[in-house]
């Protein structure tokens, strides 16, 4: 049978939308809005009843981390982090609170998804978890973190201990019986509670204990290192967020085509003017982007039209592997491939990329700048002495004082024992030679130093540094001594730190010193375009090996494999190539020089060559009698609509990135867009079920990872500069900078796939994860209840489509 024939009375199905199969009739051309939630969304019909509650705890949990950010500026900024772009940083008491809430119940799904799998997954995962929450707070006694007290430390792991008897319990009671069985149905529940209020008295006893000391305390750092190590685990999942973004454009231009040939006189005008349409304006809106002359715009779309379609000829050179030409392709890429896609373009590669350049490694931010002054990374307080002096001190120092001197003290790995003495106030004319002749130490000359004289003397054992500053009262005759002492290895490091408190003196009566608001340039411009080149010229490398090995395996045996697979492989690919042609300036400066200008791809460009592209498959498609000419106007309206649909978000995205601090709407989209995946993860994911990761353990699971991350948009959105008290304009982990990242990184290629498989591939039967079921009838038909109910309802969907 050729290509062009279809046998009597039979539907040619084939495949216009992500996750769709619509007949070929003008009529029936692509599937309702309502027809395709139905058939993918997460069916909490078929769950039980305590899975029901468990989903409708994490939809609550995300409506509050919603209303959290945008109610983040209520309540003052208390609590001290870490720094974060070379500035201090803080988070309001009821902000913390509440990210400690959602962490505590993100890490309890997480728990209860990962203990109701296989035992081998289950007991895996909890080591993983329990050994990343001890190391990050310090309870194993790892680190300089463990400062906890006894009975704390003891507390906290025999907490952890009881994560391990809950789920080696639990894991016996069960009997080796599947995840989904009905006699387990109160134990899910309890297992969900009990972890919930483990991990939440696990922070709470944390909290309770950590020391605090002149303002340091040990536990806000803690939770900032753990929070951002979940800020690297939920990547990917943002960059996967960027696709929904697209499939909403794509869904629209579909519908779109539907609704403007629904009279049948107007079916065949529609199926070319909506594709032709869409493609104009996609074309529009690739010209109006570069704000340049006409020639300018000319020159520079055709030249990033013309090195895209390099890129898509690639693909397309794969694509004609003798193996893969015989193949059939999936309808859509389910949410585990993409996510594996994502996880090594997003996450594994720049990380590893990172190892490799040096790049990733503990660099504390200075605390001191060159002229000698605390830098906004310095966690300082202004303190008032009794005299009525005002001294910057850092947090977490020892203060003794009398009527007559102070002390500051601190203890550091870096300079030891750190010892400050002030003195005064000194009437009259002073000397600081005279003032230390008595410490019966060899003195060295006296030095001036801006409006303070310094004096070096010989320590005695076991002390590395001794110095002396005298510093005057501008509007009188009194003086103030200083007495610095050290007794580390770094004896400059600690005379700069201990300097540093002593040029923040301010007499009495004068206002205090201020903290720096925004961090110090530590690494020129030059210097970190060459360490960015590296980057990712080392992430390109990796990138194309890992490219080849998936061509090697596409090339290879590929029978057996599932078209989802083969087309994740390509997709992996494609991403390759294009990254290949978005670096390629940073290929030639690190090849030839820093002054070295490759030409790379522009937006506009890409989209300009899609739009042209289109057109002209369009006017062919009009003479053409095969197959793909009459799936064609049915999918270039999906690529167009959602590649428009990309370019308007990343717009919204940069405006707001490029604000003081990211807006709340940009937040809350990206937590509607997770909120989205999770509702629409079951056609590909949670709506079914395996020997190895049953359907409650897939749908707990996505929930807690879905928990986390909007935990760690609450935490993050909200920090704000101690010195300053402003909201910070760069954060270490900003969802919406890397989700805009994923539009164009992620989304679009996939797009492009996606049309080309369903425009000129062969459609594959429907593949499920179902077919591995629990061996005994009870366990079997709880997992399976979901599926045959579905089986119902894409069976009355495709009797309405026909």
Known sequence: MTEQETPPGAVDHEVTAIGAAVGESAEHDVPGLRATFAERRLSVRTMDRPLRLATAGAAASLVGAALLVALRDVGH?????????????????????????????GFGYLTTGVVLAHRLVGLLAVAVVTGALGFYTGVLGVGLRAVLPRWATWATRGLLLAIWLVAIGATLWR????????????????????????????LLI??????????????????????????????????????????????????????????????????????????????AVAWTMDPETTAHRLARITQSALIFAVAVLVLLAIWRLPRLRSGAWPETLNFAVVLVVAAIVATIVPDVAGLLQGQIIAKPTPEVSTAGEFT?????????????????????????????????????????ALVLLIGGPIPGPASLRALTAGLGAPLGPVETVGTLQRLEFTPASPRTLSVGWLARNPEGSAAYLFIGAATGSDPQGAEQYLAAMV???????????????????????????????????????????????????????????????????????????????????????????????????????????????????????????RRWARRLPTTLPGLAGGLLALRGVEVL???????????????????????????????????????????????????????????????FSGQRGLGSGLPLPEVIFEPESITKSGLFGLAMPLMILLFLLHTFGEREPRDHETADLPPDPASRAAAGEMVTNRSVDAGRLDGAAS
């Not at 709340?664 to 993860?681: G, K, N, P, T």
Request: charged letters at 10%.
């Open 503 to 625: 040029n923040s003196f301010r007499p009495p009566g004068a206002p205090s010193a201020q903290i720096p608001s925004t961090a110090d340039e530590v690494t020129p411009a030059q210097a970190q375009q060459t360490s960015s080149d590296r980057l990712n010229v080392t992430a390109d490398a990796l990138t194309v090996l890992l490219a080849l090995i998936c061509l090697a395996l596409l090339a290879g045996r590929t029978r057996g494999w599932t078209g989802r697979t083969r087309a994740g492989l390509m997709l992996f690919c494609f991403v390759a190539v294009l990254d290949l042609c978005y670096d390629a300036d940073s290929i030639g400066r690190v090849l030839l020089g820093p002054a070295t200008a490759w030409p790379t791809p522009g937006q506009p460009g890409v989209l300009a060559a899609v739009a042209v592209a289109g057109l002209v498959l369009l006017a062919i498609a009009r003479r053409s009698t």
């Open 77 to 105: 900024s208390k609590v001290v982090l870490l720094p974060s772009g070379g500035v201090e940083t803080t988070l309001s008491t009821p902000l913390f609170i509440a990210a400690l809430c959602l962490l505590a119940i």
């Open 175 to 202: 009997r080796h019986r599947h995840g989904d069985a009905p006699q387990d149905r109160v134990l899910r529940l309890v297992l969900l509670v009990v972890y919930c209020v483990v991990f939440g008295g696990y």
């Open 376 to 416: 906004a990374a310095a966690n300082v307080v202004s303190r008032t002495s009794p005299t009525g002096l005002t001294l910057l001190v850092p947090a977490g120092w020892q203060v003794d004082a009398t009527p007559t001197f102070e002390q500051y003290t601190n203890s550091s790995v870096a300079f030891g």
């Open 206 to 283: 944390l909290r309770l204990a950590s020391p605090t000391l002149n303002g340091l305390t040990n536990f806000p750092g803690s939770v900032t290192l753990l929070m951002g190590g979940l800020a690297l685990l939920t990547t990917p999942i943002l960059f996967v967020a960027a696709i929904d973004f697209g499939e909403w454009g794509q869904l629209t231009g579909q519908r779109l085509l539907t609704a403007a040939g629904r009279p049948k006189s107007l079916a065949n005008v529609s199926r070319v003017v909506i594709p032709a349409a869409l493609c104009v304006a996609l074309l």
């Open 653 to 715: 995205y940069n405006h707001a990135l490029a604000a003081n601090r990211i807006s709340v709407w940009a937040a809350v989209i990206v937590l509607l867009a997770i909120s989205w995946d999770v509702i629409m993860s079951g056609e590909s994911m949670t709506n079914h079920a395996s020997r190895w990761v049953p359907r409650s353990s897939r749908v707990l699971v996505f929930l807690g990872y879905a928990i986390l991350l909007a935990c760690a948009v609450v935490f």
